[in-house]
T-cell receptor, first 115, second 113 residues
């Protein structure tokens, strides 16, 4: 079955380290998204991509980067991890219907703790 | 004013009752609206989408959309303890060719046996 996966599922890192979170989908969706979820803030968009070589900043992009070299993957990199980036990270992709009807499907999430 | 607003709750209802969850949005030209359910420690799961004014029913769930008043609601009939979760309202921006969603903070629903 087609799906969206994230790895690792849990990660502990230290302040200042570079961290990369993986997102892989097998639906062949063009659109992919990264969110973070924190108590009191809901889901906030970090970066998104509408296709290979396309990346865009979301509302909370500072300190994060993404690259899209193929359709299936959108890795999220924390350039220099900060304690404020401790969060749950969700990757999502949306289907091929006309944009007004597209539905986003979420991966299982990655819990990141920055010490 | 937040773009998508929900009462964080918790909303507590007895088993078998109707749970009513509400969401308001600020962008008058928004076109697409979604309800996601999120169990504790899990990822959001789509349960309903609605694009036109009026009601849309799917099993025990009914989504209601009123674009003039800029609100969307979710009714859960015959609530079950398994419906206890956080319900996220999401709105797609209205203008331009955008796939982005804006999420509310979610309403926590507790269904008591």
């Amino acid at each position: 079955d087609a799906e969206i996966t994230q790895s690792p599922r849990h990660k502990i890192t230290e302040t200042g380290r570079q961290v990369t979170l993986a997102c892989h989908q097998t639906w062949n969706h063009n659109n992919m998204f990264w969110y973070r979820q924190d108590l009191g803030h809901g889901l906030r968009l970090i970066h998104y991509s509408y296709g290979v070589q396309d990346t865009n900043k979301g509302e909370v992009s500072d300190g994060y980067s993404v690259s899209r070299s193929n359709t299936e993957d959108l890795p999220l990199t924390l350039e220099s991890a900060a304690s404020s980036q401790t969060s749950v990270y969700f990757c999502a992709s949306s289907d091929h219907r006309p944009v007004g009807f597209q539905t986003q499907y979420f991966g299982p999430g990655t819990r990141l703790l920055v010490l | 004013q937040k773009e998508v607003e929900q009462n964080s709750g918790p909303l507590s209802v007895p088993e078998g009752a109707i749970a009513s969850l509400n969401c308001t949005y600020s962008d008058r030209v928004s076109q697409s609206f979604f309800w996601y359910r999120q169990y504790s420690g899990k990822s959001p799961e789509l349960i309903m989408s609605i694009y036109s004014n009026g009601d849309k029913e799917d099993g025990r769930f009914t989504a209601q959309l009123n674009k003039a008043s800029q609100y969307v609601s979710l009714l859960i009939r015959d609530s079950q303890p398994s419906d206890s979760a956080t319900y996220l309202c999401a709105v797609r921006g209205g203008s331009g060719n955008t796939g982005k969603l804006i999420f509310g903070q979610g309403t926590t629903l507790q269904v008591k046996p």
